[in-house]
T-cell receptor, first 115, second 110 residues
Framework: SAVISQKPSRDICQRGTSLTIQCQVD?????MFWYRQQPGQSLTLIAT?????????ESGFVIDKFPISRPNLTFSTLTVSNMSPEDSSIYLC????????????FGPGTRLTVT | GDSVTQMEGPVTLSEEAFLTINCTYT??????LFWYVQYPGEGLQLLLK?????DKGSNKGFEATYRKETTSFHLEKGSVQVSDSAVYFC?????????FGTGTSLTVIP
């Protein structure tokens, strides 16, 4: 298994500011992902964090708004830039060991409120 | 496109009641199917999975059978406990990425 921690666990931010969320995995993993979980809605994949190269973004998400870093096989960051109240959500970090149907592990999430 | 449709909640049951949470899917090919559980304040945890038709996944008294003919993967438990109170997510993996249902909140009262 893999244990994933995220920091911060929650934050309240002002409109127009940026927040960087950190994700740490306790062991090396092949793939890392960032999801958004809005109240009453399904998890939405934001992007796949690629080690040593630019992240792969899903439709509707762009690098300028959600820059992602992954400097090694155990760590990634997601920045939510120029925030608006619509960005209020839970942001989840996730990791898999392989590209097949292996278990996907999730962090506890970062609850973001933008005022 | 690929998707998962999950029974809406919230669901409230008395302890020892029978639980069913419906999940149906749409996918091309042969996806793997999963149930994840999210306890309050925690991340999603894998509850059970099935990788091919007619497979039954089971864990902690929960079961789900991969039904290709009805494209379903319903979650069941014969006797729920207060500690089962959580949000349950059905998910499918198509070989490229995971798709999640909207989650079903379950509250079990003593």
């Amino acid at each position: 298994s893999a244990v994933i921690s995220q920091k911060p666990s929650r934050d309240i931010c002002q409109r127009g500011t940026s927040l960087t969320i950190q994700c740490q995995v306790d062991s090396q993993v092949t793939m890392m992902f960032w999801y958004r979980q809005q109240p009453g809605q399904s998890l939405t994949l934001i992007a796949t964090a690629n080690q040593g190269s630019e992240a792969t973004y899903e439709s509707g998400f762009v690098i300028d708004k959600f820059p992602i870093s992954r400097p090694n096989l155990t760590f990634s960051t997601l920045t939510v830039s120029n925030m608006s109240p619509e960005d209020s959500s839970i942001y989840l970090c996730s990791a898999k060991r392989g590209s097949g149907a292996y278990e996907q592990y999730f962090g506890p999430g970062t609850r973001l409120t933008v005022t | 496109g690929d998707s998962v449709t999950q029974m809406e909640g919230p669901v409230t049951l008395s302890e020892e009641a029978f639980l069913t949470i419906n999940c149906t899917y749409t996918a091309t090919g042969y996806p793997s199917l999963f149930w994840y559980v999210q306890y309050p304040g925690e991340g999603l945890q894998l509850l059970l999975k099935a990788t091919k038709a007619d497979d039954k996944g089971s864990n902690k008294g929960f079961e789900a059978t991969y039904r290709k003919e009805t494209t379903s993967f319903h979650l069941e438990k014969g006797s729920v406990q207060v500690s089962d109170s959580a949000v349950y997510f059905c998910a499918l993996f198509t070989g490229n990425q995971f798709y999640f249902g909207t989650g079903t909140s379950l509250t079990v009262i003593p």
